[in-house]
C-alpha cells in the first residue's frame, strides 16, 4: 500500500508537471497572439497644401503576428499541443486600404458666374487714352458705355510676346523680345479647359491654315499667338491643327453652334490697330463682335473680354506689371450695366478670372493675391 501510495503520488506529480508546462506555455503564446496596439485609422490627408500627396507609414496590423504552429512547437515533446483554434482567440483583422488622397478643388469662385462661354480678342498698341475718349473709336466707346470698362488696367510687359503668354499661361517666361524660337514648355490655358472637360480654339485671322508655323504670312504674326509658342501643342501636330485654326472657321462655328467654350481671336496685323490706324480696328471689331453678342453662346451666359497686349508707357500695377495702361471692355449678358471699375488689375487678373470661374486652378501669377479677380464687373447671383 505504500509502495503503491508513493507510485500514485509520483504519478500525480508527474501529471502536474506535464499540465503545468504546456498550460505556461500556452498562457505565453497566447500574449504573443493578441499583442496590444492602440487602434489605427486612415490618417486625414492635408489637401490645403502646395502638394497634397503625403505618403504614410504601414499599420501596425501589417506587422507579422507569430504563428500557433511555431508556438506548439517549443512545447516538450511529451506534451500534447492544443489546437491551433484554442491559442489564438483574437485572430487580427486584415488592414483596411487607405483611400488615395485626391487633391482638393480649386475654392469656389466667389461672385464669379460659371460662364458657359469665354471669348476673348486681343488688340494691340494702345494706351488707355488712346482708345476712350477717342472719336476714332465710337463702337469701341460704346461698348465701355454699355458694359463693364477697367479703368485701370496694365499690360505686363514689352513687347507683345510676353504680354500673350502672361494672358495664356500667367508668366512672360523671362522673355523680353518677340522672339519666333522660343518655345516654352508650360502647362497652359488651353491645358485647363481641356482638363476641365471644356472645348478650346484660337482663331488666327491671315493664318494661312491649321497650325501654320511660320513666323509670319500676311497680317498674321506668330508673336501673337501664344499657343504655337507652347510646346506641347506645337509639337502635337494633330491637337494643333484641331484648336490653332485660321479666323475664316470662326464664322461657321458660331452660326452652327459649334464654337467652342473659350474662343480666342487675334485680329490680322491691321485690324488690332498694331500697323493700322485706331479708327480701322474699331470699324472691325464693329463687323465681329455684333455676331458675338448675337450668339446662344454669348446669350445663354456668356463674357466678352476685349482688351490690348501693351500700351506706349511703362505704367504699371499689382508688383510685377509695366506694360503701360490699356482698355479693358468687360461684355456679358451678366455684367452691370454702364460699370467703370477703378481696381487695380492686369493680365494676370483677366487669366485667373477666366480659371475662377471655371476652377481651374491657377498658373503662375495668376495665383498671386496681387492678381485681383474681375468680379466687380458682374452682377451678384
Known amino acids: 500500500m505504500k509502495l503503491l501510495s508513493l507510485r500514485l503520488a509520483l504519478l ?8 503545468a508546462v ?9 500574449s504573443a497572439a493578441n499583442p496590444s496596439s ?20 504601414l ?15 517549443s512545447a516538450p515533446a511529451a506534451a500534447t499541443p492544443k489546437p491551433a483554434a484554442t491559442t489564438v482567440t483574437h485572430p487580427t483583422a486584415a488592414p483596411t486600404p487607405r483611400p488615395t488622397p485626391r487633391p482638393a478643388p480649386p475654392p469656389p469662385a466667389a461672385g464669379l458666374p460659371n460662364f458657359s462661354h469665354v ?6 498698341n494702345r494706351e488707355y487714352n488712346a482708345v476712350i475718349g477717342d472719336p476714332g473709336a465710337p463702337y469701341i466707346n460704346s461698348l465701355a458705355r454699355s458694359y463693364g470698362l477697367a479703368t485701370n488696367y496694365y499690360g505686363v510687359s514689352h513687347p507683345s510676346l510676353p504680354n500673350y503668354l502672361a494672358l495664356t499661361a500667367g508668366s512672360t517666361f523671362g522673355i523680353t523680345s518677340d522672339c519666333t524660337g522660343c518655345f516654352v514648355s508650360a502647362t497652359n490655358i488651353a491645358d485647363q479647359v481641356e482638363r476641365s472637360g471644356r ?26 499667338d501664344p499657343f504655337v509658342y507652347f510646346t506641347d501643342i506645337r509639337n502635337n501636330a494633330a491637337r494643333c491643327a484641331a484648336h490653332v485654326v485660321p ?15 473659350f474662343v480666342w481671336i487675334t485680329p490680322s496685323m491691321c485690324n488690332d490697330m498694331h500697323d493700322c490706324s485706331t479708327s480701322q480696328g474699331d470699324a472691325w471689331l464693329s463687323s465681329v463682335v455684333p455676331g458675338i453678342l448675337g450668339s446662344s453662346a454669348y446669350r445663354n451666359n456668356g463674357v466678352l473680354f476685349i482688351t490690348w497686349d501693351e500700351g506706349d508707357s511703362s505704367a504699371g500695377c499689382c508688383g510685377d506689371s509695366y506694360g503701360g495702361h490699356v482698355a479693358t471692355v468687360v461684355i456679358s449678358p451678366l455684367a452691370r450695366n454702364g460699370f467703370r471699375s477703378g481696381v487695380a488689375e492686369n493680365h494676370y487678373s483677366l487669366l485667373r478670372t477666366i480659371e475662377d470661374a471655371w476652377r481651374l486652378g491657377h498658373l503662375g501669377s495668376s495665383g498671386c493675391a496681387c492678381s485681383a479677380q474681375m468680379r466687380e464687373y458682374f452682377r451678384a447671383s
Not at 22 to 30: A, D, E, H, I, K
Not at 39 to 54: E, I, M
Request: proline share 8%; with cysteine.
Open 12 to 19: 500525480v506529480g508527474a501529471t502536474g508537471v506535464l499540465i
Open 22 to 30: 504546456p498550460t505556461v506555455l500556452l498562457l505565453g503564446s497566447r
Open 59 to 73: 499599420p501596425l496590423a501589417q506587422v507579422p503576428t507569430p504563428s500557433a504552429t511555431s508556438t506548439a512547437a
Open 119 to 124: 471669348f476673348v480678342i486681343v488688340m494691340e
Open 247 to 261: 479666323f475664316t472657321q470662326f464664322g461657321a462655328d458660331l452660326n452652327s453652334g459649334a464654337v467652342p467654350n
Open 199 to 224: 472645348s478650346w480654339k484660337a482663331y488666327m485671322q491671315d493664318m494661312p491654315s491649321a497650325c501654320y508655323l511660320g513666323s509670319s504670312y500676311a497680317g498674321y504674326a506668330q508673336k501673337h
Open 38 to 57: 492602440p487602434r489605427h485609422g486612415v490618417a486625414a490627408s492635408d489637401q490645403s497644401d502646395v502638394n497634397p500627396f503625403r505618403s504614410h507609414g
